[in-house]
């Protein structure tokens, strides 16, 4: 059935055209963030998933497999 599948697709684009929003948004989702993306409070570091970036005034948390000491710093 993918040719079914893609004119279903189809016609809820244009439905979504002609709403001015996508037809099958969660109701429940659209009333919590109207559109705007959540802002991250934490970041998560792991050793096999290290961060790059985050936001600024986020929490950092630091995941280790083990106990261990931690500088924070620039420069060595």
């Not at 950092?60 to 497999?65: D, E, F, Q, T, V």
Request: aromatic fraction near 14%; glycine fraction near 4%.
């Amino acid at each position: 059935m993918p040719l079914a599948w893609a004119h279903a697709e189809f016609i809820k684009l244009l439905l979504s055209r002609q709403l001015a929003h996508p037809f099958n948004r969660p109701r429940a989702t659209w009333r919590r963030y109207r559109g705007r993306p959540p802002i991250a409070r934490h970041a998560f570091w792991w050793p096999h998933a290290p961060l790059l970036s985050f936001s600024a005034g986020a929490r950092l948390a630091i995941a280790l497999p083990r106990p261990a000491s931690l500088h924070w710093g620039i420069n060595d």
